[in-house]
């Protein structure tokens, strides 16, 4: 495994002081979010790494990492829109505090207009004009305080093993079931590429999915955007792998 891999420059979540804690439902729905939030942090991660060895003047390859920038800002989008329109309303009603939440969509306003920009850049961006300097200077632009947000959250999650385990392990199924509902052909190939099954050592089956997902991820819903899912730093069954476009020197 090559020394630049899709762990930096932002940090992962660790979940072992609290994911073996069966006490309270918190903690389980701490865990699973963390490893939510690890794949898109590997993901980006992934995007800065590669960004500016994307040969430029390969208009396909430019046009393939440009679809795998808008596939992560796309999960994005969907995960933080279902956690502020169902999740984040359940968890108040649950534990009977308005806006407990708050401080957490808070921080998704913090880092949304530079995510915002990233996600326009990737849009609209010509293979021809593709400039990997200015992505990386959009990415530096919010990835602090999207890091921010994606940690703190988890100690929040945590701090709700005060309130009714049953009604927060359910809550949190709903949003799991939500979450799943989206576009299968551009989510579904970037969360298994991202999903790194020996994280931890091991310990963690997630996405939590029948044996023969993968194999369906693999032949039906990789093929509109084969060319994209080259970039991911894990194969389809989770398993790690080099970057295409990395070197130790791709940090700076």
């Not at 385990?165 to 359910?170: D, F, K, V």
């Amino acid at each position: 495994m090559s020394p630049q891999w899709a762990d930096q420059p932002l940090s992962l979540i660790p979940t072992l002081p609290f994911s073996k804690n069966t006490s309270h439902s918190a903690y389980y729905v701490a865990t699973q979010m963390a490893l939510a939030h690890n794949g898109m942090i590997r993901g980006l991660n992934s995007i800065y790494l590669q960004a500016l060895q994307v040969p430029a003047s390969d208009f396909s390859t430019v046009r393939d990492f440009l679809t795998y920038c808008q596939c992560w800002c796309e999960s994005m989008h969907h995960h933080h829109d279902t956690e502020e329109e169902q999740f984040f309303p359940e968890i108040e009603k649950i534990t009977g505090i308005p806006e407990l939440m708050e401080a957490n969509v808070a921080q998704h306003r913090a880092f949304t207009p530079g995510f915002e920009a990233f996600d326009a850049y990737a849009r609209s961006c010509h293979p021809k004009d593709y400039d990997g300097k200015k992505m990386k200077e959009l990415i530096d632009a919010f990835a602090a305080p999207l890091h921010r947000h994606l940690v703190d959250e988890i100690n929040t999650l945590k701090a709700l093993d005060k309130y009714d385990s049953e009604g927060i392990r359910l809550a949190y199924k709903r949003f799991e079931k939500s979450a799943m509902n989206t576009n299968k052909y551009r989510i579904g190939p970037l969360v298994f590429g991202t999903a790194d099954r020996a994280f931890e050592g091991g310990i963690h089956n997630f996405p939590p999915v029948p044996f023969f997902v993968p194999y369906v991820i693999r032949y039906a819903f990789e093929r509109p955007h084969r060319g994209a899912w080259r970039f991911s730093p894990c194969t389809t069954w989770r398993d790690r792998r080099d970057l295409l476009f990395a070197s130790a020197s791709n940090t700076s």
